[in-house]
């Protein structure tokens, strides 16, 4: 606490973040409690979720506040719903021990006439979304003259749902000597010009990103046959209809394919991934922000450094080769301390990696049964339900409203809604009518994954397994994550299997099990990573894997001790000097180097 005390707060505030178990104040916290509590200077704050942005602004913003008057002091815009609502929320619970202190949340989507009588009661603090604020300002229900502070949370956000003109109307509404506090993930140029047009001379404070607390994924599996995977995917996303989320596959042909389907399906989705040009991926990104897509099918390579907020699930329709890339995956979901679901669909052969995953983020999946059509249309329906009964009636219907009662004089009030969902929903009932179990039995999900048996095969010695070599290493912030990645992400064939991985200084040896070298090699031709070209050296090989090993230890250990003295020709002339001369001379086809040109 003495550290908060040191940054000026102070009495029942402290106590209340006391008993919420705040110790000592994050990063961003340290920096703009004092410049608020000062209220000296507007301030444009860029910084991830999950940073501790809400008690940087509410615990100085609650603490200056003149409780003697009861006019709205301090704004707080955010983007959604659910945002004002947490905000709400993590206020009051910072002001618990303040009763004097009104704050009040109005957004869309509700009754406004209560918002409007709440108002009428007076607060001193409004969280608002722009939308529901401008409707009430519109009205006159509300008067913001006295707002000394007005915070944009998410201000990003709020742009790319398309708020800028209610943002322009609201702020054109407040008082000339207000401070303006811009939180925002990124600082696009539209958050540029707004913070622009409304803050004055702005201090500047950028916080890196804090690692998301995965403790609130939980993680679940639906075991099928591969040949369900899909239908899987679908029902587990028609079973849920307030699901936002991430579909991850492993190649770009996959997230092409699914996106398709899942469209063709009735599904608001689109695909992310490599071969979009800039703008298509903006235009995907932007639907998807603004939750006009439902959900997003991206490959880990798309999908890196994407913030999206809130989602609630994070689907892998494959599983990853390697664990990092699940933790990434997984990490899209449950950020600032909500709870998300991180599913993957899997089949018999996947068990294995199943268990290692858990092993390493040391949690277990839960199994789920896939769900059925009655479950899948009962969700739907009652999810249509909530809607109907919090949709607020346009007043245009007016006009309309007396010939359409008495239309509908005829039925009662259980035919009319018999009706009425039967015909909107009258594809889905059809589709869900009947179908098939898609679950294994007992004894089919406990059989030993064949994981072995594909081993089995392939362990007779003849793995055709090539190896490469790839200018880039540890030295470039490489690591295998991105390695598989990029390979999932333009390898003409998906699922390819990739055996062993070395990072090194300045480049990065792997094997992967190819056929065909030539057409492998020309799909890395115009690939690059952090803007260094991706070149790719094929080293020949068709060793038994076992003896293979062996000479490449001795490689690897001559390639130290030479690494730093000569350079990667060297290195490759000494290798193939040694398969001419040393001691792998005589083996069958030789070891040879191919240099690919690279365009
Ligand atoms: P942001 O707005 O940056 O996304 P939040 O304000 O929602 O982040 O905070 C994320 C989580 O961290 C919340 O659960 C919050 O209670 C917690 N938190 C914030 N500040 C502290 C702190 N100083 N000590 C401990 N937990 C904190
Ligand atoms: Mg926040």
Redesign the pocket.
């Known amino acids: 606490m003495e550290k908060f005390k040191e940054l000026g707060l102070e009495g029942e505030i402290l106590k209340g ?1 006391e008993d ?7 990063a ?2 340290g920096k703009v409690i004092p410049i608020i509590l000062r209220g000296e200077n507007d301030l444009v704050a860029l ?10 602004f509410g615990l100085p913003l609650l603490q200056k506040l003149d409780v003697s008057l009861l006019k709205i002091q301090v704004l707080i815009l955010s983007p959604t719903r659910e945002l004002c609502v ?1 905000i709400g929320k ?1 206020l009051r619970n910072y002001s618990k021990y303040r009763t004097d202190i009104k704050i009040l949340c109005v957004y869309g989507g509700t009754d406004i006439r209560r918002q409007m009588k709440d108002l009428e009661r007076g607060v001193q603090v409004l969280v608002a979304t722009p939308g529901r604020l401008c409707d009430l300002l519109k009205r006159n229900a509300v008067n913001i003259e006295h707002v000394h502070s007005v915070v944009l ?1 998410e201000a990003d956000e709020m742009l790319n749902m398309g708020f800028k003109e209610d943002l322009n109307f609201i702020l054109d509404e407040t008082s000339e000597t207000r401070n303006t506090y811009l939180f925002s993930a990124t600082m696009p140029k539209e958050v540029e010009r707004i913070a622009k047009n409304y803050l004055h001379h702005p201090q500047e404070i950028s916080i890196g990103k804090k690692n998301q607390g995965a403790d609130t994924v939980s993680h679940e599996y639906y075991l099928v046959r591969a040949k369900d995977c899909y239908e899987t995917l679908h029902r587990v996303i028609d079973c849920d209809p307030d699901m936002y989320a991430i579909i991850f596959t492993r190649t770009k042909i996959d997230a092409r394919d699914i996106a398709r389907k899942l469209q063709k399906g009735g599904i608001d989705c689109d695909a992310l991934h490599g071969d979009l040009s800039q703008a298509q991926r903006d235009d995907v990104m932007e639907r998807f922000r603004a939750k006009r897509l439902k959900v997003l099918v991206a490959t880990d390579v798309a999908a890196r450094g994407l913030d999206v907020d809130n989602l609630t699930h994070v689907i892998n329709y494959n599983l990853p080769e390697d664990v990092e890339s699940y933790t990434h995956r997984s990490g899209r979901t449950g950020r ?2 909500r709870a998300g679901i991180s599913v993957a669909i899997i089949n018999s052969k996947e068990k294995g990696k199943l268990r290692k995953i858990e092993n390493i983020i040391k949690k277990k999946f839960q199994y789920r049964e896939v769900p059925g059509g009655e479950q899948i249309c009962r969700a739907q329906l009652l999810y249509y339900a909530d809607k109907i009964i919090v949709a607020e009636p346009k007043e245009t219907l007016d006009k309309y409203q007396h010939d359409l009662f008495k239309k509908f004089e005829v039925l009662t009030k259980e035919e009319l809604i018999q009706k009425m969902v039967s015909y909107e929903f009258s594809k889905l009932l059809k589709k869900y009518a009947m179908v098939e179990d898609l679950n294994l039995s007992e004894s089919e999900r406990n059989e030993r994954g064949d994981d072995k048996k594909r081993r089995g095969r392939c362990s007779d010695g003849q793995r055709e397994f090539t190896t490469f070599s790839v200018n880039i290493g540890r030295n470039d912030d490489f690591t295998s994550h991105d390695l598989v990645a990029i390979i999932n992400e333009n390898a003409p064939r998906k699922g390819l299997e990739i055996g062993n991985i070395r990072i090194f200084d300045t480049n990065t040896k792997f094997e992967v099990n190819i056929q065909g070298l030539n057409e492998f090699m020309s799909c890395f031709r115009n690939v690059s990573f952090n803007g260094l070209p991706f070149t790719l050296t094929a080293i020949k090989d068709r060793y038994n894997r076992d003896k293979r090993y062996g000479r490449d230890r001795a490689l690897q250990r001559k390639e130290r001790r030479n690494s730093t003295a000569i350079n990667k020709w060297q290195v490759e002339k000494k290798r193939s000097n040694n398969s001419k001369h040393g001691r792998f001379a005589g083996k069958k086809e030789g070891l040879g180097i191919v240099k690919f040109p690279q365009k």
């Not at 919420?20 to 994050?26: A, E």
């Not at 910084?47 to 940087?56: D, F, I, L, P």
């Open positions: 973040i919420l178990g705040f110790q000592v104040p994050s961003i916290q910084a991830q979720t999950g940073t501790g942005k809400t008690a940087a947490q993590d949370d600032a301390g």
